[in-house]
């Protein structure tokens, strides 16, 4: 992928062409270096497996942007990891593969290239892309010219017929760039990469229910968020954004950092975005993005407040001012009807979406929250604390007690942090829940609605926040399983029916195979869990019921 | 110089704190460290404010001898007293008693910025402790100034404590530390309190500032070589050693323990380890009934890859917007970039600015004075 960049670049620019040899030359042996120092560290004392009470988890895949190509600004920028799984695509007249001929020849050779380049894995991979980059290179720049002035001409002329099927992909932000990488394939190096050159993305979601059109959402630095369709970007050979809708052009409504999206389960294509200044905005995919929306004046910057835009035509459509400083992740539970949101404030907020109400939250014990994620059971929920940069729930753990499931019901949630560890936790119900209800009122983070308990409703109205908990009422839980999975800090985890993934600030992806799943086959269904951004080493978590 | 400071002007706008003052400071050849720590002394608020009061309450006793205190307190004037908002000063006169006063400071070399800052506070402690005794001795009836009334009678209160003055220094930095040893015999619990002014923590790489705490006071067995007396068995025994945090102080400066002697080299070494600090840091091994809260509001950064050459900078945070002061610029940076300074994640790294020295102020409940 990488040396068809370079082509790319030096084709279209007469100055570099000159250049091309030199960045060449340059990038092969920085990135020489950088793979073997990146295999010795990765050789310091990581382990690639790791055991668990359930057997040994082993590291199967390894995804990770192109040698060579490293984030100019340390440590601002940190690797999200979002999967996306595609379906078929619907029957429909499929973009064929004779639309033109030299274009298709082209992106034919593009593929084979590129399947070529990932035969052999890890370290070949990379040997053989350089020696590339003087042999073979003329003709892939030769076709990937053609290709992008095809493609800059008009978006649909050139497609990949490749990705018309069913397929898993992972989607991750390195610096200024987003890779695609296909999961169940073992080649490292990302199938397709998606530069902006005005902001940097900070955050991306995909929408599983999107019968069509756009399931992508992309949050930048700047405050702007695009919707595009994940397949036409993989179908697209260039290096843009193609068929992509802008929301919040040059921060026409908001211009501070978007720091999450989410699409909300059973919409039909709404989703919200977060922004660094405390405002949450819901757009509607169906509505026109380019006409934004006014919004009264915040009047009070300490209070939550909703405002819906007059025109029902114009996007956004709402405005929720939420917490003062950084929301930093949100969720919505998997019917849609909740929505949680973490910030700097440290406070963990509920919502009942569709009545603009806040209904509970409490503030984290070590300050600023930075991710929260829902389990399948909308009631159990999880909280994590400031060090904490990932956490998600593992819904295809089942608890080796399952037969009185309905005593005892044991989570698996995992979590990353930035001392390179990967923790697992199993929460006992019976053990964890009852210990807190016997906590005095104001110092317990639980909370409970409905039938749950009915005393704990009587003390805490709707809508309270409650105080931090006091480390000496909090139930300690230990983890049982700690390891550490990368050298750089963590920043992402996922959970799928086959694995269990994590993700590096600097944007590796490692994916661990189950103990159970022997065969490598494709197809992970649905996952849980968001991830977020921030410190090291300690957790704590309380519990939401 | 005159256009960066109209820059952070703009920057700040209708934003920019009234009566507040933002100045970068000249550089004299290598005194960054100075610099770097004079900056986040000037925006720790409530010392600032007891310097200045202590000045203008005593300058009126007439222009007595020049001492780092009376330089620095000029030094703080000067700055708050600026009709710009924004601009640059010349320490010079702080410095060059600096320089007259302790020698180490008196090269050109790069120095440690920790061993400045602890070299000032504690010449502080002793100026004004000199004065309160000389206040004392010549008006034994009459009584001391109400700024230190109750060091002495709390002092005395707690007994055997050989220091029973407590200075407006000692009010913001000085905590109380408990040194436990319990002698495995016969079990008996011996507790040896010391104070400080700042805390100094061993680092390790990817861990965070709450996980170094919980090292600092991690239970160690002193055995073999190291035995401890006991005092009830008379005789050396083996024993288990624990510190904790009796009284947490109102100013929490933590000091990252980067420069480190490495034997086989024979030379100081710079560990560019990651360690994470919070902007909002618990401190949960105290005594003290309630955890306590504390907020970030300054970071001296080492800059560069060894102990022996490299810069300083400091990042503080005033009225809700961070700054970062270079000598004689200063800028606005945002929340978010504060986590570039926690250090390298991997041992060769192009990034070589790391926090050092921190600086949280206490919050909520455990506000005093």
């Not at chain 1, 919502?351 to 994620?373: E, H, N, P, R, V």
């Amino acid at each position: 992928m990488k040396m068809m960049n370079n082509g790319y670049n030096s084709s279209f620019n007469s100055n570099s062409v000159g250049l091309m040899s030199n960045t060449g030359a340059t990038t092969a042996s920085s990135s020489s270096s950088t793979s073997t120092t990146n295999a010795n560290s990765q050789s310091q004392g990581l382990k690639t497996y790791f055991k668990t009470p359930e057997g040994r988890y082993k590291l199967h895949y390894e995804k990770t942007h192109p040698p060579g190509f490293l984030p100019f600004s340390h440590g601002k920028s940190v690797s999200q990891v979002t999967l996306a799984q595609l379906k078929d695509k619907p029957a429909q007249a499929g973009p064929a593969p004779s639309s033109s001929s030299s274009a298709s020849a082209s992106s034919g050779v593009r593929y084979a290239a590129a399947k070529f380049l990932g035969v052999g894995g890890g370290n070949g991979v990379r040997a053989i892309g350089f020696a590339g980059g003087n042999g073979t290179g003329k003709a892939v720049n030769g076709t990937s010219r053609s290709g992008s002035l095809v493609g800059s001409n008009g978006s649909h002329s050139i497609l990949n017929p490749n990705y018309d099927g069913k397929g898993t992909y992972l989607i991750f932000n390195v610096g200024d760039t987003i890779f695609i990488g296909d999961l169940n394939s073992p080649d490292k190096d990302p199938i397709k990469s998606l530069h902006f050159s005005n902001s940097n993305p900070i955050c991306h979601a995909f929408d599983p229910e999107a019968k069509d059109g756009h399931d992508l959402l992309i949050g930048l630095n700047s405050g702007d968020v695009y919707s595009v369709s994940l397949r036409q970007q993989l179908q697209d050979v260039g290096k843009k954004l193609v068929g992509a809708q802008h929301y919040n052009k040059e921060g026409s409504v908001n211009n501070s950092r978007c720091t999450s999206v989410a699409w909300i389960p059973k919409s039909d294509g709404a989703f919200v975005v977060a922004h660094a200044d405390g405002n949450l905005y819901v757009y509607e995919k169906s509505k026109d993005a380019s006409v934004d929306t006014s919004f009264p004046v915040i009047k009070d910057q300490t209070q939550f407040s909703v405002a819906h835009a007059r025109s029902s035509k114009s996007n956004p459509i709402a405005r929720w001012h939420i917490c003062q400083g950084s929301i930093n992740n949100v969720a919505f539970s998997t019917d849609g009807v909740y929505l949680a949101t973490v910030g700097r404030d440290g406070y963990l907020r509920v919502f009942d979406y569709s009545k603009d109400q806040l209904i509970c939250g409490g503030k984290s014990y070590y300050g600023a929250l930075l991710c929260c994620t829902w389990s399948l059971n909308p009631w159990h929920f999880v909280d994590f604390l400031l060090q904490v940069s990932g956490v998600a729930f593992d819904s295809y753990w089942s608890s080796p007690t399952s037969d009185d499931i309905e005593e005892n019901v044991v989570y698996r949630f995992g979590s990353v942090g930035q001392d390179t560890q990967l923790l697992l936790w199993d929460l006992s119900m019976d053990e964890i829940v009852v210990p807190l209800r016997r906590c005095p009122p104001g110092g317990s983070p639980t909370f409970s609605t409905g039938s749950q308990s009915a005393h704990w409703d009587s003390i805490t109205p709707l809508g309270t926040l409650q105080p931090a908990p006091c480390m000496r009422d909090v139930p300690k839980l230990s983890p049982v399983v700690a390891h550490r999975v990368h050298t750089e800090p963590l920043s992402g985890l996922l959970f799928t029916q086959e694995s269990i993934l994590t993700a590096c600030r600097e944007g590796h992806v490692k994916i661990w195979m189950r103990p159970s799943s022997e065969s490598q086959s494709s197809n992970s269904e649905a996952l849980v869990g968001g991830s977020s951004s921030l410190a090291g080493s300690r957790v704590g978590s309380s519990i939401l019921k | 110089m005159g256009a960066t400071g109209s820059k952070l002007e703009k920057a700040l706008g209708d934003q920019f704190p009234e009566g507040e003052r933002y100045f970068g400071l000249e550089n004299f050849g290598n005194t960054c460290y100075c610099n770097s720590v004079l900056q986040a002394l000037y925006f720790c608020v409530p010392f600032r404010e007891q310097l200045l009061d202590y000045y203008s309450n005593n300058k009126s006793i007439g222009d007595a001898e020049e001492n780092l205190l009376t330089c620095l307190a000029d030094l703080f004037t000067q700055i708050s007293s600026q009709k710009k908002k924004t601009g640059v000063i010349a320490p010079k006169r702080f410095v060059q008693r600096l320089k007259k006063q302790n020698e180490i400071f008196r090269s050109y070399m790069h120095q440690d910025a920790h061993e400045f800052l602890n070299f000032l506070l504690n010449e502080l402690v002793d100026i004004l402790e000199k004065e309160a005794h000389a206040i004392k001795s010549d008006a034994e009836s009459s009584s001391p100034p109400e700024k230190i009334s109750n060091g002495p009678k709390t002092g005395q209160a707690n007994g055997a404590q050989k220091e029973p003055l407590v200075t407006w220094v000692h009010k913001n930095f000085q905590g109380l530390l408990t040194n436990e040893t319990r002698c495995l015999r016969c079990e008996t619990v011996t507790a040896r309190d010391e104070t400080f002014l700042d805390l100094s923590l061993d680092i390790e790489q990817n861990s965070s500032i709450t996980s170094c705490l919980k090292n600092f006071s991690s239970t160690e067995t002193l055995n073999a070589e190291d035995k401890f007396f006991c005092d009830k068995c008379c005789s050396l025994q083996e024993a288990q050693k624990r510190m904790k945090i009796k009284k947490p102080p109102h100013i929490l400066v933590i000091h990252l323990k980067r420069f480190k002697y490495i034997e086989q080299l024979g030379r100081y070494k710079k560990l560019l380890y990651r360690v994470v600090f919070p902007l909002e840091l618990k401190l949960s091994n105290t005594m003290e009934d309630a955890d306590s809260e504390y907020s970030l509001f300054a970071v001296v950064v080492h800059v560069g890859s060894g102990p022996n050459h490299g810069h300083y900078v400091s990042l503080v945070k005033s009225h809700n917007h961070w700054l970062f002061f270079d000598d004689e610029n200063v800028e606005m940076i945002d929340e978010s970039v504060v986590q570039t300074f926690f250090g390298s994640a991997q041992e060769y790294s192009s990034n070589t600015d790391h926090g050092y020295i921190l600086f949280y102020e206490s919050i909520g409940t455990g506000n005093k004075s």
